[in-house]
């Protein structure tokens, strides 16, 4: 539980679920497919992180599981490449424009870890990896991904952000990191509720499809105006049909509400880090940060117009929170 960083996991599933949620579908086998993996490939960052760190924690945190001897580090490697095997296998299933994502997501997450972590490159690397993370959901579960980009980016700042903070963690002593954090919250909250009030993509639902979208916007129907037998339904997005004012008002509150949630579980920690720089204040910002991820992916799938996946999504906040007072997330 500690090696793999068990409340962290629940930050995980929400990207493939945002990722299909911007592509305007429903979440499907492949979107599963793309959860799997990303949690196999999720899981075998926090192995590998433990084995490159092994000698560092020994000094700094001397409690985790490598340097305090209950996990060997061969075994933490170990674990780290079968479970990076796992997670290609399981995106192959998915296709291979997902299994190409997957690659990169695992070439990412290892460079950063071996490589990349203690350079200028570090945040940006982790911040790529999120971004991947969300993009595989989109790519496995089809629909129109080029419609994903914008949430992939807006997730993948926010870690950038995170990860920022995380680097001042075990020393402390800089409030710009968590200061530049808070901006940053400010700023996707700020985009996220401007977009709510100008509807955005809030006219989809989780009922949408990505088959049968026709030229100009025609709907299959016949010369007489109905749909023939059999015909395939047509989707637009660029022209969706019209729906009830109440619907698009329920969607715009709820992420409405998310947003806002986000921005407290985000911005309330880094507040405390940022007056008093302390390496526990900032291990404390760092897992808030973490946590909201939840809220911001369920915030992306509301603002995408698929509510029900944003309420799943947003269920698993309360797991996160009840795990992480057991076990640290960072």
């Not at 025609?218 to 109905?226: E, V």
């Amino acid at each position: 539980m500690e090696l793999l960083r068990l409340p962290a996991l629940f930050t995980v599933p929400g990207d493939a679920l945002a990722g299909a949620a911007a592509a305007g579908v429903r979440p499907n086998p492949r979107t599963l497919l793309a959860i799997g993996s990303s949690l196999c490939l999720y899981e075998a960052g926090m192995a590998l992180n433990d084995w490159a760190d092994r000698a560092e924690d020994a000094i700094d945190r001397p409690h985790r599981p490598l340097p305090s001897g209950r996990v060997k580090p061969a075994a933490a490697l170990a674990a780290a490449g079968g479970l990076t095997v796992a997670g290609l296998a399981l995106a192959s299933r998915a296709g291979r424009r997902p299994l190409a994502l997957a690659g990169a997501l695992a070439a990412t997450v290892w460079s950063y870890d071996l490589v990349l972590k203690r350079t200028p490159a570090g945040p940006l690397a982790m911040a790529a990896a999120r971004g991947l993370d969300l993009l595989l959901g989109g790519v496995a579960s089809g629909g129109d991904t080029r419609k994903v980009v914008p949430s992939a980016l807006t997730l993948a700042t926010h870690t950038l952000a995170v990860t920022t903070v995380s680097r001042h963690e075990t020393q402390g002593g800089s409030p710009w990191a968590p200061l530049t954090a808070l901006a940053t919250t400010t700023a996707l909250t700020w985009s996220l509720t401007r977009d709510s009030r100008t509807g955005g993509d809030l006219t989809r639902d989780d009922r949408t499809t990505p088959t049968g979208s026709t030229a100009g916007g025609a709907s299959a129907t016949g010369a007489s105006g109905r749909a023939p037998e059999n015909a395939p339904t047509a989707l637009n997005f660029r022209d969706p049909p019209p729906r009830p004012r109440g619907v698009t008002l329920n969607i715009a509150s709820l992420s409405g509400a998310l947003t806002t949630l986000y921005a407290v579980t985000s911005a309330r920690p880094l507040i405390h880090a940022a007056l008093n720089p302390s390496p526990p204040l900032t291990q404390r910002a760092v897992g808030g940060g973490i946590r909201a991820m939840i809220p911001l992916q369920a915030a992306l799938a509301a603002r995408s117009g698929a509510p029900v996946t944003a309420l799943l999504t947003a269920a698993l906040a309360p797991a996160a929170r009840r795990f992480s007072r057991k076990v640290s997330v960072t």
